[in-house]
């Protein structure tokens, strides 16, 4: 069964404060790992999709990367308005069905 | 592009009664899936469909069913409420194979 595990759970930062939020996969047939942000009460928004390990790809301050068994969404000095839960999914190919499956996600807090 | 649009936004029923929810994908995306999100177990997978037909399906008890349109809307059904099924309802829209768009939810209370 595909299992995606994001850590660390909550991370709280000061404004300008670069970190990584980590993303562990086991899947089968990997079609695409996709990374979400979600504000609370509202639907995730895309950011990015990683399809083969030594990808990566840039949006503003964020920048997410693939190897073989994770993926890194590295925030460089981030900004209070970064401040969402950090989504990461799977698309993996079993049985003939392509299936995503999501991570719990990274609460992130950047504080002024 | 309009982006995927869901309705009701929020919606209160009791315990026993039905609730149908709906769902409008981007024009042109013929796959759309179904997510329950809840504070303790984060966004789990119901169903997905693709051309009207249900190409795959979470671990959900029967109460919880969904259908497609030939014009790729989609409706979830869930009968006999339970204030387990307490949940924000979210639908994804996405063409064959990459990435999912999602609408804004469907706020459900179970009283």
């Known amino acids: 069964e595909d299992q995606v595990t994001q850590s660390p759970e909550a991370l709280r930062l000061q404004e300008g404060e670069s970190s990584s939020l980590n993303c562990s996969y086991t899947?089968?047939?990997?079609?695409?790992l996709f990374w979400y942000r979600q504000d609370p009460g509202k639907g995730p928004e895309f950011l990015f999709t990683?399809?083969?390990a030594g990808e990566e790809k840039e949006k503003e301050r964020l920048k997410a990367t693939l190897t073989k068994k994770e993926s890194f969404l590295h925030i460089t000095a981030p900004k209070p308005e970064d401040s969402a839960t950090y989504l990461c999914?799977?698309?993996?190919?079993?049985?003939?069905?392509?299936?995503?499956?999501f991570g719990t996600g990274t609460k992130l807090q950047v504080i002024p | 592009k309009a982006g995927v649009t869901q309705t009701p936004r929020y919606l209160i029923k009791t315990r026993g009664q039905q609730v149908t929810l709906s769902c409008s994908p981007i024009?042109?995306?013929?796959?759309v899936s179904w997510y329950q999100q809840t504070p303790g177990q984060g966004l789990q997978f119901l169903f997905e469909y693709f051309s009207e037909t249900q190409r795959n399906k979470g671990n959900f008890p029967g109460r919880f069913s969904g259908r497609q349109f030939s014009n790729s809307r989609s409706e979830m059904n869930v009968s006999t409420l339970e204030l387990g099924d307490s949940a924000l309802y979210l639908c994804?829209?996405?063409?064959?194979?990459?990435?999912?768009?999602f609408g804004p939810g469907t706020r459900l209370t179970v009283l």
């Open positions: 999914a799977v698309r993996g190919n079993s049985g003939g069905y392509q299936k995503v499956t």
């Open positions: 994804a829209s996405s063409a064959v194979g990459v990435e999912q768009f």
């Open positions: 899947v089968s047939g990997l079609r695409g």
């Open positions: 024009s042109g995306h013929r796959s």
């Open positions: 990683l399809y083969s």
